[in-house]
């Protein structure tokens, strides 16, 4: 297996890579440091590289300080807006990004980061977000167990809903794809739940599970294929699969132990079924949900450090407009 790497100046917790045609070499990573003593700091980054698969490299192109980053997200494809990026951080706030990228001749793209929005959330931290799938709001997870949607509309930033949805901290928010009235959490209390949003001031809870998980709830991702599959990850160790076609009892159909608390997952962007897993003491496994099977096809355990962030390489559009593989 081949590998670019760069070291970056923190501890690298998050890696994204733009989903937006004609920017799917641009990879963003951020950081987040703890700066122990008597008045203790957490600073981050966020860096750009641009990421030659063919070539196997990775270049630097921009690079900026932050408070420290708990987690970031690109705008996703079919919204109204270009590539924005959305940032998580220890000070309670939620950034938003404007991409200005370009390619020179020889094609190698540079740019630049451009403040679109931020809002306060909260005195507490935000730990996670996830964009709508239209991208006009954002889910946030707070450290206090709260959860924040967030609107965006004409370039502002506004706080739609808020509650206490956990008693400890929320490392896991999404939107379900499908129904984006529905909005899932996870926590450190073990409990995987779902609220329907469709309440103009506020949420009510469609589940609540709090038996399947052993320990914290890291990550849901809601499968782009199958509008009945949902995913977890539990520092238990565990890569659950959950059929929600009756959203008030969902059904844990198969689970599957990677040897690491599994802190990110992500699907494969043209395979169905076929995830990306960040597993903190254990490294990175792919493995293959088909049904009621869950089956491990690949692992990379070099990194000898924790593993945080993941995600696929959509490959570039070729001169003839066909997909590279």
């Known amino acids: 297996m081949d590998v670019a790497h760069c070291k970056l100046d923190g ?64 705008s996703p494809v079919g919204g109204c807006v270009g590539p924005l990026l959305a940032q998580a951080d220890a000070d309670g706030y939620v950034k938003v990004y ?23 959330i909260s005195s507490s931290m935000c730990l996670c977000l996830e964009w709508n799938p239209s991208a006009t709001s954002i889910t946030v997870g707070l450290s206090d167990g709260s959860v924040s949607i967030i609107s965006l509309e004409e370039s502002k930033l506004e706080i ?6 956990h008693d400890f901290e929320l490392w896991a928010t999404s939107f379900d794809i499908h129904q984006p009235q529905l909005v899932y959490t996870g926590s450190d209390d ?14 009510t809870l ?22 009945n599959t949902v995913l977890t990850g539990s520092y ?26 599994v802190w990110r997952i992500k699907h494969h962007p043209f395979v169905p079924g076929v995830v990306l897993t960040a597993c903190m003491h254990n490294g990175f496994a792919v493995v293959d949900v088909k049904g009621e099977k869950a089956e491990v096809i690949e692992t990379y355990t070099k990194h000898d450090s924790l593993a945080y962030g993941a995600d696929w390489h959509r490959g570039d559009i070729s001169l003839e407009g066909q997909k590279k593989e």
Request: aromatic content about 10%.
């Open 190 to 203: 073990c409990k995987f739940s779902c609220w329907d949003i469709r309440g103009s001031t506020s949420s």
């Open 160 to 165: 739609q809903q808020d509650w206490k949805a």
């Open 236 to 261: 238990d160790e565990h890569l659950r699969v959950w059929d929600v076609r009756s959203i008030s009892k969902p059904v844990n159909e198969t689970s599957v132990c990677l040897r690491g608390g």
């Open 98 to 120: 404007n991409l200005e990228y370009s390619l020179d001749d020889s094609e190698a793209g540079g740019g630049f980061l451009r403040d679109f929005n931020c809002e306060k």
């Open 11 to 74: 501890n690298a917790d998050a890696v994204e890579f733009c989903p937006h045609d004609n920017y799917h070499r641009v990879l963003a990573a951020s950081t987040y440091t703890l700066q122990e003593g008597d008045k203790p700091s957490r600073t981050g980054s966020i860096s750009l590289f641009n990421v030659n698969a063919e070539e196997n490299n990775m270049e630097l192109f921009y690079r900026r300080d932050t408070a420290g980053i708990f987690d970031i997200k690109w």
């Open 206 to 227: 469609a589940f609540q599970n709090s038996k399947t998980h052993k320990m914290g709830v890291c990550c849901i991702a809601k499968s782009p294929s199958d509008p």
